[in-house]
């Protein structure tokens, strides 16, 4: 009896030791996972954000340079920058560029810590994102002018607003939220605080606006970083965003927006002619929902699609 005894006596100590051993085991193991856990799902956030933001920049910058070459490694060489700035490390960076799409892939060998244990050192996560470039939709901030549309080249000089009328009774101006001189001329400065779309009507402003064109002058006093067409800061003030249309005007009038035109205004241009607008054509990104059923004629916007 007392054998018996001290047998189960032994018995339940080996028992007790076997469970701690057990849960000792899968505490540990568990922890290893919620550590590793961890590890890898942060890695994989984080490339995941490198490669979107990296897919967005590249496709931003592939429509700026006019030079196809030139465009694709400038967009691949941004692209590879973003990645590496949002913590991405440079050797599991793949940048791929077809037609107006950039691809992105990441990848990284996180180390382990815990997992170890169970002989597992590192363990690779990679990410994937492509944007492409597409037309947009609607401008928020055009200046009151508009152009006949036509195909345009890069730094291209045309004129946006013209001393002699372009068609009866109108110079190229717009009323934008409505007529009058002095609405004109504020929104020369500062742009008209409403998105327009394409396909909206806008009124036209039938005559000279002689003096109240020198608002371009105050808009382009603001540039203070020595901007040129071809290299300016993303929202210069020399910048105007104007619609194109289709239309034959005649004195009051009102034009469909077909399209959106950039251009780098250049005062030194028209010296001689105070009331007249030149500007160089430019390309730029820009808001304002991107869809690929939307031309792209000077801005566009870029778009994850992957
Ligand atoms: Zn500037």
């Known amino acids: 009896m007392l054998n018996y005894l ?19 085991t899968a505490l540990f193991g568990m922890t290893a996972l919620v550590t590793d ?6 890695a994989r956030q984080r490339l995941v954000n490198a ?10 910058d592939l429509c700026f340079i006019s030079d196809p070459l030139t465009r694709e490694l400038a967009a691949r060489q941004r692209a590879i920058d973003v990645a590496k700035a949002n913590g991405a ?21 996180v180390n382990l810590i815990m997992s170890r244990v169970f002989g597992i050192t590192h ?5 994937h994102a492509a944007a492409t ?10 200046a009151p002018l508009s152009i006949k549309e036509q195909p345009l080249e890069f730094g291209q000089m045309v004129t946006l ?15 934008l939220t409505g007529r009058g001189s002095r609405n004109y001329r504020y929104n020369l400065i500062y ?19 002689n003096g109240p064109t020198d608002g371009i002058d105050e808009r382009l006093s603001r540039c203070s970083d020595g901007c040129t067409y071809d290299n300016f800061r993303p929202g210069c003030p020399k910048i105007i965003v104007i619609p194109m249309h289709r239309d034959d005007l005649q004195g009051r009038d009102y034009i469909t927006v077909t399209g959106f035109a950039a251009f780098f205004v250049d005062r030194e241009a028209t010296l001689s002619q105070s009331d007249e607008i030149k500007g160089y054509f430019v390309r730029m990104a820009a808001e304002g929902s991107p869809d690929p059923d939307n031309p792209i004629i000077s801005l566009y916007g870029a778009r994850l699609v992957e």
């Open 6 to 24: 001290s047998g189960l006596i032994r018995d339940q100590r080996g028992m007790s030791f076997f469970i701690v051993c057990v849960g000792m």
């Open 37 to 42: 856990f961890g590890r890898i799902a942060l």
């Open 51 to 60: 490669a979107d933001s990296a897919a967005m920049a590249g496709a931003r």
């Open 89 to 109: 490390p440079e050797e599991g960076i793949t940048v791929n560029i077809e037609n107006s799409k950039v691809s992105v892939d990441a990848q990284q060998d």
């Open 123 to 127: 363990r690779n996560v990679s990410a």
């Open 133 to 142: 470039v597409e037309g947009i939709r609607s401008y928020q901030g055009i």
């Open 161 to 175: 607003k013209y001393g002699a009328p372009d068609s009866p009774g109108n110079f190229g101006a717009l009323a």
């Open 191 to 209: 742009g008209f605080e409403e998105p327009v779309y394409l396909n909206d009507t806008v009124d036209t402003e039938p005559g000279n606006m």
